[in-house]
């Protein structure tokens, strides 16, 4: 039954490799995949992921990836525009 082995593929983690994780840090493979298992960064949580690559690109000077530098990085508080007023017991 040897024909029964399976081939590990590459782990993919809500879409990501830890190929393409090695590629925006400019890490080896091995290097991330420990760091992975060490829980540096959690590998299932894309959010994690991202903030350990963008901390470590920062580092470095590069781009941040998966925050566009066009936007603002705080937005600005939407004003009320009518509704009911607690103060006078009323609708504007």
Known sequence: ???DKRTRGEQRFGGLTYSQIAEWTGLKLS???AYGARK????RNLVSVLQWVNARRARRGLPLIGAPEH???SPEPI????GYNPTTGEFD
Request: net charge negative.
């Open 40 to 43: 540096v960064f959690q590998p």
């Open 31 to 33: 290097t991330v995949q």
């Open 79 to 82: 004003a009320p525009t009518g």
């Open 1 to 3: 039954m040897a024909d």
């Open 71 to 73: 936007l603002p990085t």
